[in-house]
């Protein structure tokens, strides 16, 4: 049931790939199978969603994938390299130059202005970022005016804003998010998502995000579904209302099994 | 509320294992102090019982009253007077003491004990009960020394060597005839003892046949009082002064507890220091305890505790942890008291033995002292806690630092600093010691001023710095920002280091002026190639002028030669000169009338010039020690120094009045000028003598660096306390800071720096904010150097301010390196910080 390409994507390439992905934690009894053998492949220019309940295993996925997290066996590749062999600073320049983040708390730093953030990896990587791209980016999350303010003197949705554009700033191959709508209301998680979506039709972009709710996930190219560590279920062009019900059915499902 | 202030304390024990550190130390110097002090004053005063167990009434002669207006000279006792003590009833034994300086060479001819405590005496009979003898036995003749068993010990002289000796005359070279063990003070602070049978003691030391003391031993039953009473009848009381050996011990006992007051109120001043220094830790601490803890505090205040119990939960937690460091402080102390006393020993300055001390008001001192600096600096943190809102425990962000406006601040520590400044730059206009009280009052002042106002300060300072951190990128950047955050908790800290570097740096700004001045002025005023002196600051022996006068090397010397005099009622110290020679031997700035010494002409500084309102041409009469007087005129008024000052004389006028009075210093102009070859050939011309100093101009200021150096030693090593402490708080902010931005740095490491850039970071602010403390302590120090020296230049021509380049980079250097060092710990942490665990929200 994983691969039922819709049509014009099967020649896309895979921007980040999991084989048989599997993260234990502990041993013998306490032992618990956080991500059970998962396979899954995010192709270039697709906004994809992770679903599933708390402790699914959905973050731990999405961590694994982006190099923030080790895993115990199986392989992960970003682009051409393979995560699994890279030593903690091979990954950490892997994480600064083809990964973007964008975190549930906002995670700007209060000290430096909304530009500044957006260019801080490039910036860490003491490169010169691409000027035009970097006002394509600002001017499309609409944050002109207040590149020069501090994260305490902007609202929620636009220090998340900031956060988007300082993922896409650097034109990472894929961007990951985790739970970027959570602490926001429903008008800026909005736009936020609006964003995203629109950095994958116009811009090409890869996008990656773990939410637990089915109205952001509906923003999606695509939704997954984990349970118990295990990929369960696919959607591809999903709606608010398509994804709530896969839920419930999958939520029997489990609650029955 | 007891029991969550306790489990506070162990929930936040490695935050507040710092604080503790901190005030443990403190405590530890203070209660360090108290138990040396008390330790070693309790030995001393028992060696000194000791040393008068066997004297029940000493006997010593009183000053002869002076006929005229003469001076008095001390009387002798005598072998008939003795002979009447040992007759009277009730006096078992006595004992005739002479004693004098003897100076002793060790095997490389240099004098033991440094001048001031070599000393000589004599041996009483064939077995004298005083000197317990280890090896050998009694010297006889005047060719045989006994001499004490640490000095021979240090020397390795044993018994049946020969040893080179000096007294006052020519060297003498007698055989080691016995070593014994003394209690006597002077050996156990490192001096020499060395004995001599009475008869060799007495033409030596004083004069044949006589004694400077008789020492009684009463016989059974008879009380100390009754003997002196009885003492008093038989003597004439006039010619003597007897007091009993309570009295004696007593006396002893209340000198050396004086001593060691000044010791131990000198030592607590710094350990006062560091506390106060500490204090800032531990208010730092508690804020940040505080903050962290708003939503704990609040969700208490929301559960129905009052803003008193919060507050009284914050004082308990303090108190707790006060008490911890006060006893580990008493700990350490009692241990730094026991180290210290063998520390010293190591250096050469032996202490007698004795058990270790620890009065009831140290053990007091230490936990009172720790418990009270604790709660003290936590109160301000205490009610802030108390302050925060029930309703803020529902918000889930972290507090913020106090956002609160710095202008009240900024105000008052300007108008500290002003009046800070202003007070001590009018301290300078006074002269000497009337500036010295507003000077401390104004550096006071300037110091809490500057403390007030060091957030304000930290902007401009750390900006300045921000072109060097550039080089570092972006973890260069985000140092400087992050160190500028929370400019009070920056403050406080770059404050702690601030006081010591100011102590430190104003400290040696003076001493190196003031060393410079002193040698300057020994250099500008002496012309000749060498200065003779005896080590012991004495009289030189008679026969030192006579030898460098016929010596063939020696193109022209001048004795200095003291000897009192009445003038108009008054006692003068009249300076013989040869007046033919001291011209090209000294040279001294003449401000009036002619430098012309011969005859009834003399010449006086200015300072005794105007105490006594002398003029060139003043006539006047001087009645010496012999009762006779003479009229002088006055010729010429010179500019004086520490090294010739006073009325100058011909030695030629003064010598027939003066028969007893001897050189102090002999100053030497050589055929050669200054080389080792004719210091040597002037030494050997001396003979070889151990106690007689021959010092270059070059020498001279060499020994004058050595005192100032020691005396900056020992200051920095008591500083070096406050400096410790204040690496404990830079550890301490940083360590907090590390925390409280968890999440941040796990940002950072989640978009690509990487754990060498996150230590970086941290690392970079610590040495930002330790060198803005540093350049504030060397800023401050250098004024207040600067301040003091306008107040010491009042009495001291010579005074010039110097800078210590070298020392004040060095001081800086250091700034940076505590930087470095307190930042080892809390950036290794960042670096291992649990990105996940960081980044996830709360």
């Known amino acids: ?257 | 509320m007891f029991r969550t202030a306790l489990r506070n304390v162990f929930a936040h024990k490695a935050r507040l294992l710092m604080t503790v550190l901190a005030v443990m130390l403190g405590v530890a110097f203070v209660s360090g102090t108290l138990v040396f002090t008390s330790t070693i004053s309790n030995a001393f005063q028992n060696s000194s019982a000791k040393g008068f167990d066997g004297v029940d009434v000493s006997v010593s002669p009183t000053y002869q009253e002076g006929r005229g207006d003469s001076l008095g000279k001390p009387r002798e006792l005598t072998q008939a007077q003795l002979a009447t003590v040992e007759k009277l009833p009730g006096v078992e034994s006595a004992v005739g003491v002479v004693k004098g300086f003897t100076g002793l060479a060790d095997k490389h001819g240099k004098l033991v004990g440094g001048g001031f405590q070599s000393e000589g005496a004599n041996y009483w009979g064939t077995k004298d009960a005083r000197y317990p003898l280890v090896s050998g036995s009694a010297p006889h003749g005047a060719d045989e020394i006994a001499i004490d068993s640490r000095t021979a010990e240090r020397t390795g002289y044993k018994v049946g060597d020969t040893v080179r000796v000096s007294v006052d005359g020519p060297v003498l070279t007698p055989r080691v005839s016995g070593v014994f063990r003394t209690d006597d003070g002077n050996v156990a602070a490192g001096g020499s003892l060395a004995l001599f049978d009475t008869a060799t003691a007495q033409k030596l030391l004083a004069k044949p046949g006589t004694y400077d003391s008789i020492d009684v031993k009463a016989a059974a039953g008879t009380s100390q009082t009754e003997l002196k009473a009885a003492l008093d009848k038989a003597l004439t009381t006039k010619a003597v002064d007897t007091v009993t050996g309570k009295k004696l011990a007593d006396d002893q006992a209340e000198a050396i507890s004086r001593s060691m007051s000044g010791l131990k109120q000198g030592l607590l001043v710094f350990a006062g220091i560091a506390l106060f220094v500490g204090t800032f830790i531990i208010a730092n601490t508690f804020t940040m305890l505080v903050a962290q803890r708003t939503k704990e505090l609040a969700l208490l205040r929301a559960v129905g505790a009052s803003r008193r119990q919060v507050t009284r939960s914050v004082l308990i937690e303090a108190f707790v942890v006060g008490s911890v460091a006060g006893v580990t402080g008493l700990l350490a102390g009692i241990g730094i008291g026991a180290g210290l006393r063998s520390l010293l020993g190591t250096f050469g300055a032996d202490l007698p033995d004795g058990p270790l001390v620890v009065e009831p008001s140290a053990i007091v001192a230490a936990l009172a002292v720790g418990i009270l600096i604790t709660m003290l600096a936590a109160w301000l943190p205490g009610r802030r806690a108390a302050r925060i809102p029930p309703v803020a425990a529902m918000s889930s962000l972290h507090a913020q630092a106090t956002t609160k406006s710095l202008v009240l601040r900024n105000t008052l520590g300007a108008l500290f600093t002003g009046a800070g400044v202003a007070v001590v730059l009018w301290a300078t206009t006074l002269s000497g010691s009337d500036g010295q009280a507003p000077m401390g009052l104004g550096a006071v002042l300037l110091i809490i001023g500057v403390f007030i106002l060091t957030p304000l300060l930290s902007r401009p300072l750390i900006a300045a710095a921000s072109p060097v951190l550039r080089i570092f990128g972006v973890s260069g950047k985000l140092a400087r920002q992050n160190s500028v955050r929370n400019p009070r908790r920056t403050a406080a800290t770059a404050s702690a280091l601030m006081i010591g570097l100011t102590l430190i740096t104003g400290m040696t700004v003076m001493a190196g002026s003031v060393q410079q001045a002193i040698e300057k002025m020994a250099a500008s005023a002496i012309r000749a190639d060498y200065v003779v002196s005896m080590a012991n600051g004495r009289e030189l022996s008679k026969d030192v002028g006579e030898k460098l006068a016929a010596s063939g090397d020696v193109t022209a010397s001048s004795p200095l030669r003291n000897a009192p005099a009445r003038i108009g009622g008054e006692t003068e110290y009249l300076t013989g000169v040869n007046g033919s020679t001291i011209g090209r031997l000294t040279d001294l700035k003449v401000d009036d009338g002619d430098f012309k010494i011969s005859g009834d002409r003399i010449v006086v500084d200015k300072g005794t010039a105007k105490r006594n309102h002398w003029t060139v041409g003043s006539q006047l009469t001087a009645h010496f020690e012999d009762g006779k007087a003479e009229r002088l005129t006055v010729s010429g008024v010179y500019e004086g120094n520490e090294v010739i000052q006073g009325a100058l004389m011909d030695i030629s006028t003064l010598t027939p009045h003066a028969s007893d009075s001897r050189d102090m210093q002999v100053l030497v102009k050589t055929k050669d000028g200054v080389s080792s070859a004719s210091k040597d050939k002037l030494i050997k011309t001396l003979g070889t003598n151990p106690v007689i100093q021959v010092q270059s101009k070059q020498d001279l200021s060499d020994s004058i660096a050595q005192i100032f150096t020691l005396m900056l030693n020992m200051l920095y090593g008591l500083l070096a306390m406050a400096v410790i402490v204040a690496v404990l708080g830079v550890i301490n902010t940083l360590a907090m800071s590390v925390f409280e931005r968890s999440q941040e740095i796990g940002m950072l490491r989640a978009i690509g720096l990487d754990r060498k850039g996150i230590k970086r970071m941290v690392r970079l602010e610590s040495l930002v904010i330790s060198l803005f403390g540093g350049v504030l302590g060397i800023g401050l120090g250098v004024f207040f150097g600067w301040a003091a020296g306008e107040l010491l230049g009042t009495s001291m021509p010579t005074y010039e301010l110097v800078l210590p380049w070298a020392r004040m980079g060095i001081f800086l250097l250091l700034a940076g390196f505590v930087g470095v060092l307190a930042a080892l710990w809390p950036a290794r942490r960042a670096a291992r910080l649990n990105m996940l665990t960081a980044i996830k929200a709360e």
Request: hydrophobic residues 40%.
């Open chain 1, 1 to 257: 049931m994983t691969t039922t390409p819709v049509a014009g994507r099967t020649t896309a390439t895979v921007a980040a790939r999991a084989t048989d992905l599997s993260k234990i934690y502990g041993q013998g009894e306490t032992q618990v199978v956080a991500l059970d053998r998962v396979s899954i492949d995010f192709h270039q220019a697709e906004f994809t969603a992770i679903m599933g309940p708390s402790g699914s295993g959905k973050s731990t996925l999405m961590h694994c994938v982006a190099g923030l997290d080790s895993f115990s066996s199986g392989s992960v590749r970003i682009g051409d390299t393979e995560l699994g062999s890279l030593k903690d600073k091979q990954l950490t320049r892997l994480r600064r130059d083809k990964i973007g983040f964008i975190f549930q708390a906002f995670n700007l730093l209060p000290t430096l202005t909304a530009l500044e953030n957006i260019t801080l990896p490039m910036d860490i990587a003491g490169r010169k970022p691409d000027q035009q791209w970097l006002d394509s980016v600002i001017e499309m999350i609409g944050l002109s005016g207040r590149l020069g303010h501090r994260p305490s003197e902007l609202s929620g949705g636009q220090q998340q804003r900031v956060a988007v554009a300082r993922a896409l700033a650097s034109r990472p191959e894929i961007i990951f998010g985790d739970e970027p709508t959570g602490n926001l209301d429903s008008r800026s998680g909005a736009e936020v998502l609006g964003f995203l979506r629109n950095s994958v039709r116009e811009l090409g972009q890869t996008v990656v995000m773990v939410t637990h709710d089915p109205v952001a996930a509906a923003y999606a190219d695509r939704v997954v579904f984990l349970a118990d560590g295990r990929l369960v279920d696919e959607l591809y062009g999903p709606t608010a209302d398509t994804v709530l019900d896969r839920m419930k059915q999958f939520d029997s499902k489990g609650r029955t099994s």
